[in-house]
């Protein structure tokens, strides 16, 4: 080797190995500064994913009691009919007015619900595909009204969670125990990965399962544990090669208390992981009996245990509803705790004037609704921010689940800055 080829390559070894050091000090650059600004954003919940709850009345038009998720949708009607009614909703239930009315209330996130069934339909599954189409509407719409869009696997093969948000209800959830489904799954992560490494400017976060069924034993969340590290791989590193991406991977704590994941996917062995938790007090006999204050208290209260936690953490869906009232939402056919009217509940009173249509809340429940909102807001921003579910209904149905309803009677404000109880968490 001659002296100038010989310094030249010493010049490179320096450059590169000033460049690995630059990399592993500041190995990413999120399209949002996440950890110094707040997440503030809204779920674009039953849009590509059907939910009965938020369009009961595309349920209640196929004039069949056994359809009660999207694969019933799709396995009970015909072919066509289905299609049909999908693209319809799927034209009309967002456009990019949404987007834009969203960005004017302050917010800088949503978070979008689509199905692996959008990607891949297996042989056997009664799923109809043409999401993809609006997913790439919504990255476009997001892009032009200055919002970031998470992108959220909600629905697996085998289903997650058995759920009807998975896209199928069913008792126990099959996800997990095959690894078809899971290879299946991993393949759909890496497309996304692929999809919009490049636009993580739009698109700086995926989160690669919606709520796996941690509560349903040990095997569920050995598969899910396994799966966040084959998705950390997936999302953050979808090069081919050691260079990283920018994407961010949210993934989900499978409702374990957050301790559980302490220590998982931690800086300085990975970077670019998020927690996302979901926190409702609806669904339990216990929670759903709390009275007002007990809510607001059970909120305030939630702070410690956000911020003891080791990762960035969003509370990725959360509402100022307090009461499962809303029809179907613990399924088509299912009644409500706060009633009695699901099976093994314990009646705590009356939904009237409690859900359905915001023009029947009265000005004290609207001021509850304000005031849990803010405890709620408050509590998150203790952390990295939150997203609610969800920013819309078919109109006339569970609309304290509403931010659009929120901001037209004034129980959310036009600027989520914007509060009017600031101390209510003490
Ligand atoms: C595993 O899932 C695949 C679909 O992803 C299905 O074709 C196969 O039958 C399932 N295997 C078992 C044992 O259930």
Request: some cysteine; aromatic content about 12%; hydrophobic content about 35%.
């Amino acid at each position: 080797m001659t002296a100038r080829l010989r310094s030249l390559a010493i010049a490179l070894v320096t450059l590169s190995s000033l460049y690995i050091t630059s990399q592993a000090d500041n190995p990413i650059s999120p399209g949002f500064p996440y950890g110094s600004q707040k997440v503030r954003g809204v779920n674009l919940g039953g849009w590509l994913v059907l939910e009965p709850w938020i369009t009961p009345s595309l349920f209640d038009n196929t004039g069949n009691n056994a359809i009660v998720d999207e694969w019933t949708f799709c396995q009970y009607q015909s072919h066509s009919t289905a299609l049909a009614t999908l693209q319809n909703h799927w034209n009309t239930f967002y456009t990019e007015a949404d987007f834009a009315a969203i960005a004017a209330a302050g917010l800088n996130h949503v978070r979008l619900p689509i199905g692996y069934w959008a990607f891949d339909v297996g042989p056997g599954e009664p799923y109809i595909s043409g999401q993809q189409a609006y997913l790439q509407k919504a990255v476009t719409w997001a892009g032009n009204h200055g919002l970031k869009l998470i992108v959220d696997l909600h629905g697996a093969p085998g289903s997650q969670n058995g759920f009807d948000n998975s896209g199928h209800r069913i008792s126990f959830p099959t996800w997990h125990s095959n690894q078809t489904n899971i290879a299946r799954t991993n393949a759909i992560i890496k497309t996304l990965a692929n999809m919009f490494k490049s636009n993580t400017n739009v698109v700086p976060i995926i989160a690669p399962l919606n709520e796996p069924a941690g509560f349903d034993g040990s095997a569920v969340l050995a598969a899910v544990k396994q799966y966040w590290y084959d998705s950390y791989g997936n999302i953050r590193f979808p090069y081919g090669s050691a260079q990283q991406s920018n994407t961010l991977v949210l993934v989900h704590d499978a409702f374990q208390p957050l301790s559980y994941w302490n220590g998982i996917l931690t800086p300085p062995a990975h970077q670019g992981v998020a927690m996302d938790t979901h926190i409702y007090q609806m669904f339990s006999n216990n929670l759903v009996a709390l009275s007002q204050q007990g809510h607001i208290s059970n909120a305030c209260g939630n702070a410690g245990t956000l911020s003891s936690f080791d990762l960035w953490t969003i509370v990725g869906e959360w509402t100022p509803g307090s009461t499962d009232c809303a029809k179907y939402l613990n399924g088509r056919g299912v009644g409500s705790r706060y009633d009695g009217s699901y099976s093994g509940s314990t009646r705590v009173g009356s939904c009237t004037g409690l859900s359905g249509s915001a023009s029947s809340f009265s000005s004290s429940y609207k001021t509850f609704l304000r005031q849990f909102w803010e405890a709620q807001v408050i509590t998150y921003e203790q952390v990295e921010g939150w997203i609610q579910w969800t920013w819309k209904t078919e109109g006339g149905t569970g609309e304290e689940w509403s931010y659009q309803k929120g901001l037209q009677y004034g129980w959310i404000p036009q600027d989520p800055t914007d509060l009017q109880y600031p101390n209510i968490c003490g």
